[in-house]
């Protein structure tokens, strides 16, 4: 049996990206960002540099394109202010509130623009997200935690994220009006299911970006687009003998 007594690796070069996609602006109360925090502080703790965005404060436009100036929008945040730190990172978690048993707005505007940038490519000329690694997160008080982050995990890892086992954490109260995570007797912050999944979570994503990054991510063969393009089929035949 493993030494559960410590960490199996140190995790203080890497870098992580929190994005809380509530509908409240700053500094109203996210219950969201309560449930986030804990995996933030365990991330920390480790020495790992993380920073925490508040989508809605910033002027994102919506859209599917890298840059919306370019697409009719006076303003949009995303090039300058939110890509940058998103392609400069190992981890991305995505959290969110539940809205009619499924993800905020706010979420699927974050995934669309994540879609955006899928078309680039990194410097072994993989698409632009292999080697990262991502997560989610889900608040709310009525069903749908499960249902929101399949959603979340399934846009990631078809973009070229890494999702680890268990990547995926979420807290409702009891299904109807009710308190929320952060509200007094919730029950949220002491939940000891929300929290092994949080902790759980927050381990398996430092594990797999360590992996990653080790490894200098995922290897560069029968993954090239311009390779392809350029008519290399990594072994695959179209026209196999036994059709």
């Not at 300058?80 to 707005?105: Q, Y």
């Not at 997560?135 to 982050?149: P, S």
Request: charged share 20%.
């Amino acid at each position: 049996m493993s030494d559960v007594r410590q960490p199996p690796a140190k995790y203080d070069d890497l870098h992580a990206v929190f994005i809380n996609c509530t509908l409240k602006r700053s500094p109203d109360l996210s219950h969201t960002q309560g449930l986030m925090d804990r995996s933030i502080a365990l991330m920390r703790a480790q020495g790992v540099v993380v920073e925490n965005i508040r989508l809605i404060d910033h002027d994102v436009a919506t859209g599917v394109y890298p840059d919306m100036r370019e697409h009719g929008w006076a303003r949009d945040a995303w090039p300058e202010e939110i890509w940058p730190k998103i392609d400069a990172s190992d981890i991305l978690v995505i959290g969110g509130p539940l809205w009619l048993g499924d993800n905020a707005s706010i979420t699927r505007r974050l995934i669309e623009r994540l879609y955006a940038m899928s078309g680039l490519f990194n410097d072994k000329g993989q698409y632009v997200y292999y080697g990262k690694t991502g997560g989610a997160i889900i608040t709310g008080n009525e069903d749908g935690v499960k249902h929101a982050a399949m959603s979340i995990l399934y846009s990631l890892q078809h973009i070229g994220f890494t999702i680890p086992p268990a990547a995926d954490a979420g807290w409702i109260g009891e299904v109807g009006p009710g308190p929320s995570y952060l509200d007094p007797g919730s029950g949220g912050p002491e939940n000891d299911f929300t929290n092994r999944n949080t902790t759980f979570m927050t381990w398996n994503l430092l594990h797999m970006a360590r992996m990653l990054k080790d490894a200098g991510g995922i290897p560069a063969y029968g993954n090239l687009r311009e390779a392809w393009n350029d008519g290399e089929r990594f072994g695959f035949d179209a026209n196999p003998e036994y059709r």
